[in-house]
């Protein structure tokens, strides 16, 4: 089982929109918990990270832990066509997911 | 200044070449990475560096060969690379690693990338 999984997408939404990315992990330790953004040809940036569960707010992005379950995700309100991009969760170590492609139409 | 900077861009190199990969960071950070990442799939920790010491080595094979000369500068030198090498080189620095030489909460910063293209 891997460490950590990402439906990899690809995820397509309407300018406005609210968007739900997630994550699951296996392991129960884990208690840090980033979200990273990459543009196309580009190096990921950290968006967020939490620290065990709950939520943690940024802007337009909330990134959310739920530990009884092992889910990890990362909302976007009103959602940009900037926002556009691959986001990569990660758990302990930087042991990232798949990836999801997200993009979001004028 | 948040900029990690690698040089080349693009790299095309033969399987019989040598070639380095560099990497440079003015943020006074201490730890430094290698990641390798192929087309549509997440980076891949290669190497640690911590306070200029190797700390991490995920098994990567001896035709790589990182260098860390100083605390602002990266390095990995190619030699006799196989075509599945080919990829996008990821350059990261982080203020601290964390234990087991692993910044799991430091906030890291990545260059853009070497694409490399073994032929």
């Known amino acids: 089982q891997k460490e950590v999984e990402q439906d990899p997408g690809p995820l397509s939404v309407p300018e406005g929109a609210i968007v739900s990315l997630n994550c699951t992990y296996s392991n129960s330790a884990f208690q840090y918990f980033m979200w990273y953004r990459q543009y196309s040809r580009k190096g990921p940036e950290l968006l967020m990270y939490t620290y065990s569960s709950g939520n943690k707010e940024d802007g337009r992005f909330t990134a959310q832990v739920d530990k009884s379950s092992k889910y990890i995700s990362l909302f976007i309100r009103d959602s940009q066509p900037s926002d556009s991009a691959t986001y990569l969760c990660a758990v302990k170590d930087m042991r990232f997911g798949a990836g999801t492609r997200l993009t979001v139409k004028p | 200044d948040t900029e990690v900077t690698q040089t080349p861009k693009h790299l095309v190199m033969g399987m019989t070449n040598k070639k380095s990969l560099k990497c440079e960071q003015h943020m006074g950070h201490r730890a430094m990475y290698w990641y390798k990442q192929k087309a549509k799939k997440p980076p891949e920790l290669m190497f640690v560096y911590s306070y200029e010491k190797l700390s991490i080595n995920e098994s990567v094979p001896s035709r790589f060969s990182p260098e860390c000369p100083n605390s602002s500068l990266l390095n990995l030198h190619l030699h006799a690379l196989q075509p599945e090498d080919s990829a996008l080189y990821l350059c990261?620095?982080?203020?601290?690693?964390?234990?087991?030489?692993?910044?799991?909460?430091?906030?890291?910063?990545f260059g853009p990338g070497t694409r490399l293209t073994v032929t």
């Open positions: 990261a620095s982080s203020q601290e690693a964390g234990t087991s030489g692993r910044a799991y909460y430091d906030e890291q910063y």
